[in-house]
């Protein structure tokens, strides 16, 4: 008797659970890899309030403990990289090509784990002043980060794009690949059984044309990074993005290999630097002070 595959419903991300989308649509990729939700405003909002409820705890978790939730992913998806593997031939991907994916973002993970601790004094400094002050700038995250991921990347530029913003303190509400929506489910999966705390990545699936908008013009939503060059949607997110000044980024979907998607200033994106300062006391000629 021939056995029937059990197929697979794949669905959201939001806080730390996966529900249907609100709007009930979904839609078929043309690599017919199954049926992927098609996200809606609604969706966006519920995300949205879920990565700001998960900002404060984000923030403030010690950077070793950054760390180790980071590492943990990679540990997790190393576990898994066969399923990965398999799924991006599915989408289309050579079998090598597949393998030099997974493997690569694993790596990546790990990479962005180690500068956990690093950033803060790296991009930190104290400050000379003709007063008799203290002067520091350290960065601080910025919070809720829309992420439109990268279009021709099934993991990789999902992992690219989501883990130097949160390795930085924020909270993600990230739009998928539309051509290839499948990893991004299924990442999700690994982000649940990690340890990230609930609401500190949310993944949504759909369509650029609906949702970049909502994303752009959302109040409670500090900064958005695009990948890919349609100048025409950039001018509008750029446009939208004025209400609330969010910080746009827009980085050119270009080789994800490259050493440019790899370095600690994509973690500074999303960072704001906040300067304190501090008074000197003067002891006196008597030996007081304080």
């Not at 090509?97 to 784990?113: F, H, L, P």
């Not at 520091?136 to 279009?151: H, N, R």
């Not at 989501?162 to 993600?172: C, K, L, M």
Request: glycine share 6%; hydrophobic share 40%.
């Amino acid at each position: 008797m021939t056995r029937i595959e059990v197929l697979k419903t794949y669905k959201i991300f939001i806080d730390g659970k996966f529900p249907r989308t609100e709007s009930g649509r979904y839609y078929v990729p043309e690599n017919k890899c199954g049926n992927i939700c098609l996200s809606s405003r609604k969706d966006v909002r519920n995300a949205v309030v879920a990565a700001g409820n998960a900002t404060s705890k984000w923030q403030s978790a010690t950077a070793f403990n950054k760390s180790q939730v980071i590492y943990r992913i990679a540990e997790i998806l190393e576990g898994r990289k066969a399923q990965f593997i398999d799924e991006l031939t599915k989408q289309g991907y050579k079998a090598k090509e597949a393998e030099k994916e997974v493997v690569t973002a694993i790596d990546r993970i790990i990479y962005y784990a180690g500068w956990c601790d690093k950033f803060t004094p790296v991009f930190s400094s104290v400050n000379p002043v003709a007063t008799q002050h203290f002067n520091f700038t350290v960065p601080e995250a910025v919070g809720t980060v829309a992420i439109l991921a990268p279009e021709k990347s099934g993991l990789l530029g999902l992992v690219s794009a989501i883990i130097p913003v949160i390795v930085g303190g924020n909270t993600v509400v990230v739009l998928a690949s539309e051509s290839l929506p499948l990893c991004a489910i299924t990442f999700a999966e690994v982000l649940n059984t990690s340890d990230v705390p609930s609401g500190v990545v949310n993944i949504l699936t759909g369509k650029r044309s609906e949702l970049s908008e909502h994303l752009a013009t959302h109040m409670d939503i500090k900064g958005l990074l695009y990948y890919g060059n349609d100048k025409k949607e950039i001018s509008s997110i750029q446009k939208n993005a004025v209400n609330n000044l969010k910080r746009i980024t827009i980085r050119e979907e270009n080789d994800l290999y490259n050493k440019s998607h790899q370095t600690p200033y994509l973690i500074e994106d999303f960072l704001e630097m906040k300067t304190t300062w501090h008074p000197i006391e003067i002891i006196g000629a008597s030996g007081s002070g304080y």
